[in-house]
């Protein structure tokens, strides 16, 4: 596994990380996301890609905050201290909720860490404000300031770059799987 490369989708019970992943390999049809918030108890790995060097995996993580449980976030724990080539967590934000204090807290744990992250805002078809640019606009706000004063991974390969995807409505998956690519090597810039 030592070639592989790998991302992690992280967010709240609600964020929709499963559904987002069924968007965005539609064909891997054991991905089977849940009504229910909080389905996810464990991480789930998906495998991309089948030439040398350039295999991905995908990691579902249980979502935090809300319904989650010790044990699922000493998982998360073991896995981001442990996993081999993470090169981003995408920090999944469901944009009719947006920030939450569990958000700032995973965050600043992944900074710890040194792990890179992105923001992505899902649901953004059902967002309440109606207006796609307010809800661009508070997250790019979270993410600066989440950013401000950090030092490290955070700052050395990111520029607050914001995504938001609708898993109903494909708004945002080319641009987040683009993204995924390129923060792997898998594409040239």
């Given amino acids: 596994m030592a070639n592989h490369k790998q991302v992690a989708f992280a967010g709240r019970t609600n964020a929709g990380k499963s ?17 229910k918030p909080g389905f996810t108890r464990k991480i789930y790995f998906y495998g991309v890609g089948s030439k040398p060097g350039r295999e991905l ?4 993580l249980p979502g935090y905050g809300y ?4 044990e699922q976030g000493d998982v998360i724990l073991e896995y981001l201290r442990t996993a081999a080539n993470l090169k981003m967590v995408y920090i999944l934000m469901d944009s009719r909720v947006l920030e939450m204090p569990s958000d700032k807290q995973v965050i600043a744990l992944l900074d710890t860490y040194g792990i890179p992250w992105q923001i992505v805002g899902t649901k953004f078809d059902r967002a309440r404000s109606g207006d796609p640019a307010h809800v661009l606009d ?3 706000r979270f993410s600066k300031a989440s950013r401000k004063g950090v030092m490290g991974a955070s700052e050395q390969y990111y520029k607050d770059e914001i995504i938001v995807t609708s898993d109903k409505t494909m708004v945002g998956v080319n641009e987040l799987k683009w993204s995924i690519m390129r923060h792997c090597g ?4």
């Fill in 67 to 70: 319904g989650s449980t010790t």
């Fill in 186 to 189: 898998l594409v040239s810039e």
């Fill in 19 to 35: 559904s987002l992943l069924k968007a965005l390999i539609p064909e891997m049809k054991i991905i089977k996301p849940s009504k």
């Fill in 57 to 60: 995996i995908l990691s579902d």
């Fill in 138 to 140: 508070l997250l790019m």
